[in-house]
């Protein structure tokens, strides 16, 4: 069975600092792995999405994601955090675009001024 | 271009009321999704269609829940009778067919059963 682990419930960040958000999946083929954000009481928007090739992705935003087959991980970064990236954060795995995606519990971003 | 469109975006009734939210996506996606989200569970996938078909309903917590596409542009998620405990944010999302892209979500229906 595909599952996602989003292992920071909450994680506050000072504005221009960097970010990682971590996220590792289990997934018994090559997985298809997404980031969405989601604002209060939004709908969630996709930042990035991992299908095949280039392992470092690149998303709106300024976000990028590594995807470590090793590691089974695909981790979000950016290097200089905005007051508006405040935010819920889901990274999703699944087994093509349009099948069933798994959600991890998501991340909560803060960011401090 | 239109995103996937949910309606209404808040609803409020009496434990024991029919609700039927309702869900317009993408035009030429051939894949819609039904999701809830609560704190306690997060967000979990209900059901989904293919070709206004649907694949999987395994997620759907119980005969009270059903859900219906009769056309590429419509589809309708119902509770009937509704209990307090389904109170949560009910998201649509589509695709386009294999290969083509993610999914997009609409801005979800907020539903508060009392």
């Known amino acids: 069975a595909q599952s996602v682990t989003q292992p920071d419930i909450h994680i506050t960040v000072s504005e221009g600092a960097s970010l990682e958000l971590r996220c590792n999946y289990s997934y018994g083929a090559t997985p298809y792995l997404f980031w969405y954000v989601q604002s209060p009481g939004q709908g969630l928007q996709l930042l990035l999405k991992?299908?095949?090739?280039?392992?470092l992705v690149q998303g709106i935003k300024g976000f990028e994601a590594e995807f470590k087959r090793s590691q089974s991980s695909f981790n979000l970064r950016k290097p200089s955090v905005h007051w508006s990236d405040a935010a819920e954060y889901f990274c999703?795995?699944?087994?093509?675009?349009?099948?069933?995606?798994?959600f991890g519990t998501g991340t909560r971003l803060q960011v401090t001024l | 271009d239109a995103g996937v469109i949910q309606s209404p975006r808040h609803e409020v009734t009496e434990m024991g009321q029919e609700v039927t939210l309702r869900c317009k996506p993408i035009?030429?996606?051939?894949?819609l999704f039904w999701y809830r989200q609560t704190m306690m569970r997060g967000l979990e996938l209900l059901i989904y269609?293919?070709?206004?078909?649907?694949?999987?309903d395994s997620g759907m917590p119980e005969d009270r829940f059903s859900a219906k596409m009769p056309n590429a542009s419509f589809s309708t998620l119902k509770i009937q009778p509704s209990e307090p405990r389904d109170s949560a944010v009910y998201f649509c999302?589509?695709?386009?067919?294999?290969?083509?892209?993610?999914?997009?979500f609409g801005d979800g229906t907020r539903l508060s059963i009392l």
């Open positions: 035009s030429g996606h051939d894949y």
């Open positions: 999703a795995v699944g087994g093509g675009t349009a099948s069933k995606l798994t």
């Open positions: 269609f293919n070709n206004n078909v649907p694949i999987d």
């Open positions: 991992y299908f095949s090739g280039d392992t």
């Open positions: 999302a589509s695709s386009p067919g294999t290969g083509q892209g993610p999914q997009h």
